[in-house]
């Protein structure tokens, strides 16, 4: 496996629910990543947390809300999401050791959520 | 803004055959290219990263090529396997946004390897 964990694998949620997504990376990475997979559509990336800290929200509507308490945890609350937030939800994160040039590190995925929203 | 392409969409291969597919991606914003293999109900996995024009990377049966100059790069599989079976992803990096990667996914290429 990769080390990075996420719960739970299956959701269904109403309208007017809501819930939260976990994700759990094992490998003492800085940075962490949300992204969405929609029907026949690319991974698309929603959030990047670095230290905690949020670095990039890629215009994603509010009632997805993503939150960072520490390097090793992220979760994704979600309120009154419409029936097109149906998609899977994948974690990944990924460090910049000392040394390394920018934007060559691998990514760490976890097996992702699968939403729908009724 | 990166834009991604993969082809084919899908492919389906005989077993022990040999096949490969593309990604393509516009050359002026390049900075680094990973591949990934995404087995159905499984975490993405990282096969390959490469930088550099030129590059070639093997992992085993599965290797790759970089042309940054012409926005390209081909994955070759040689001897197919069952097991081979997934989705293979490619990924542009673009700027770092402080300090953290943002990867552009093209839409993937499965492939079906069939006994």
Known sequence: ETGVTQTPRHLVMGMTNKKSLKCEQHLGHNAMYWYKQSAKKPLELMFVYNFKEQTENNSVPSRFSPECPNSSHLFLHLHTLQPEDSALYLCASSQRGPGTSGGRETQYFGPGTRLLVL | ?115
Not at chain 2, 44 to 73: C, H, Q, W
Not at chain 2, 89 to 96: E, P, Q
């Open chain 2, 1 to 115: 803004i990166l834009n991604v392409e993969q082809s084919p969409q899908s492919l389906h291969v005989q077993e022990g055959d040999s096949t490969n597919f593309t990604c393509s991606f516009p050359s002026s914003n390049f900075y680094a290219l990973h591949w990934y293999r995404w087995e159905t109900a499984k975490s993405p996995e990282a096969l390959f990263v490469m930088t550099l024009n030129g590059d070639e990377k093997k992992k085993g049966r599965i290797s790759a090529t970089l042309n940054t100059k012409e926005g390209y790069s081909y994955l070759y599989i040689k001897g197919s396997q069952p097991e081979d079976s997934a989705t293979y992803l490619c990924a542009l990096s673009g700027r770092l946004v402080q300090g953290a990667q943002k990867l552009v996914f093209g839409q993937g290429t499965r492939l079906t390897i069939n006994p």
